[in-house]
């Protein structure tokens, strides 16, 4: 049978999705290449969020097609996930060697139109067409990987698509309307992930914590998404649960009640804010105001004083002024988020925002991006020192990715601690003593 490697940008949701891809094709025979160059099949699964990440996929398709197709002139090369639903025969037409391109719901087609690629039935598939039920087929996880990481924490796909249609984002578009799969089916596959020794499941969505608002709808006060947490949570053996990513505004006074009440819902909140602009945040039909942010976060924080606040950000968008820009800066000051992932704008065809006039020069948006950076950085590193000298809960995940002789965990906040230890407490919670930080990692004793 052939083997195939598959290349992953982008987001979780995709790396879930390209799991979920080479899982089926295991399941088929298919074996898992060591590297791109040895394998028959060699799959992108793409991101269109920016086109910095466009361009990667783009160019590392145009390598492959003279590289892998020279040691093996058979081998099959695609395109799968958001760049492929956005762009598709297009791709076929800048890249004639490309036999595959498949959108955001058609993962679970990969196995089939590959035995018809591989029979030569047919020369070449684009199929980004709808189909319906295609968030259900998320489902398989591959059993054994020799990353020992990758066995204690799972993520979970509850959701696909999106109806926020924030200005500047092309994710809409690309994996399409909401649409929820069920409480039962996801708690079903979180017991038999759980049954595997997995101890940490990340529910996933493009907007996760809408999840299930028209089809699933409210009970006893509590939002689908919060019925959801609660069922996940009653499976013996889970120790933590957190979710992935969630809008501002999905966050109801239930969901953030149940961090009181879940002890297996762990402190950390992912919380994209964008801008600190109120002018910015309605041009970005973001659906809140600053100060709605501002008071949401408070409201976590009072109910958990641990929470780890983290937040994505876009610096340039269009017409942004410097006084805006300010306000992001000023947000960032009183917040304090503990991690902030910072974008420059990137127009992307066919948005609204790419339409609106000011778009602003690729040098000023370096430079803001370059002041948000080192005021993030500096609050980042100095809310890690707080934690030198305390204990922390750690779920122990594998080896450090930094230094293979040690270990690596989490906490429930979200911090990376590395420690010494024996390699048989991985997957086992367990409490270190912070010793020390560099700018991003906290380091601890057993
Ligand atoms: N669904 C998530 C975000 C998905 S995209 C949410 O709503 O929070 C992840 C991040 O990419 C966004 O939060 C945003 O900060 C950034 N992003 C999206 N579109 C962008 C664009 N056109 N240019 C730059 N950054 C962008
Ligand atoms: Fe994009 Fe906004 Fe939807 Fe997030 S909520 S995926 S930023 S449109
Ligand atoms: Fe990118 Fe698609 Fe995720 S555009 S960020 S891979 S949903």
Redesign the pocket.
Known sequence: MPSVFVKTYG?QMNERDSEAVAAQLIAKGYSLAPDEKQADVVLLNTCS??DSAEQKALNKMGSLVGQTRKHNPDALLGFLGCMAQSRGQELMDQLPDVDLVLGTQKFHRVGQYLDDLLARRREQVVDIEEEKGSESFIREHLSEEGDKSRAVTAYVSIMQG?N?F?T????PYTRGRERCRSIEGITDECQELVKNGIKEITLLG??VNSYGKREIGPKDGKSAFVQLIESVHQIDGLERIRFT???PKGYGDDLVEAYGRLPKLVENAHL?V?SGSDRMLNLMHRGYTRQRFVDLVGKLRAVCPEMGVGT???VGFPGETEEDFEYTLSLCKEVEFDNA?L??????RD?P?ASMPDQLPEKLIEERHARLMELADNIRARKLEDYVGRKMEILIEGRSRRNADRLEGRTRCNKIVVFEGSERFIGQVMEVQIESTTKTTLYGRL
Request: include cysteine; proline fraction near 7%; glycine fraction near 0%.
């Open positions: 987001c969020v920016r999106c926020q924030c500047f984002c092309i994710v493009q907007i990513s969630p809008h994209p964008q994505d950000i876009i992932f974008f420059k704008y990137s127009r992307r948005t925002a």
